[in-house]
């Protein structure tokens, strides 16, 4: 008898829900041939929860969410909301009181898939950035004097804790020792100009690489080369950690050279709570409600909720379907340059997958 899985579903606004509902057409195929169960409970937070009864998140909502035993998230994000209020008092609100202070965002070009690196193929795209999630220039540290006035002052702390860093550290490390390819961690920082935030991340890397990972190669880029060894050399990367600022922007220029938003997928981890995935591209509203856009990504976070809940086999098998849907099917990532519809591709992923 396989296991029973508790997920809280967050469509919320958008594609989100399209995007979902592939994903868990998906998740029922895997859940069928492998034997584990899925028990779903969905919540309507986003934009339009907003809308109607301006409130982000209701009240005892977080304890809710902390039941469960991962959370399966679309997009938040609404043209008609001002930015700032969803992303703070959703998506931000989710990662810090879940204290998921891992997002992990595997950066992997598939077969098929069209990079705009020329002469880089799957064999030289494929890394993970571990993003600090709970820190950093997010904490919404600061404040604003005089505001309005000439003598306007408007200060944002990038907060670094020995221990939010260590354990960021740690997860990084092991997770390159258990990926097991070029068994190499890259910090990515910036400590010829921010001398005290990664003064910290720095002395941490190393004491802690010295001491507990002696097998791992330890390596440093300011996140400037970063980015641009990223577009010209990306196979020297195994796996990349950094802060909440940089791991932002950086797993933008990773996701477009895996493809796109239309493929990439993320997951806010905690690994003592409750972890979120969702696809990293947000909500399209222009794309909402025409079956156009791709699946694909949240495809992909329904597969890294899997492989981290333990169905590797179940993981595997998705991963395998949408490599062959990207290698023989899918004539372009872009929403409505697919060749075929949202469900079409979910129906083909499915199929791929189902006993
Ligand atoms: C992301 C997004 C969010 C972030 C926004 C929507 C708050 O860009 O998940 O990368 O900055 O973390
Ligand atoms: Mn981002």
Redesign the pocket.
Known sequence: MGKTYRIAVIPGDGTGPEVISEGLKVLKSASARFGFTLDLTSYDFGGGHYKRTGETLPAGAIDELKKFDAIYLGAI?HPDVKPGIL?KGI??ALRFSLDQYINLRPVKLYPGVWTPLKDKGPEEIDFVVVRENTEGLYTGSGGILKKGTPDEVAIQTSINTRKGVERCLRFAFELTRNRNRKKTLTLCGKTNVLTYAFDLWERAFHEIGAMDYPDIKREYAHVDATCMWMVKNPEWFDVIVTDNMFG?II?DLGAIIQGGMGIAAGGNLNPEGVSMFEP?GGSAPKYTGKNVINPLAAICAGQMMMDYLGEKDAADAIEKAVMRVTGEKLKSLAAGKMGYSTTEVGDMVASLVAP
């Open positions: 994000g992303e998506l931000l932002d797993t990293i």
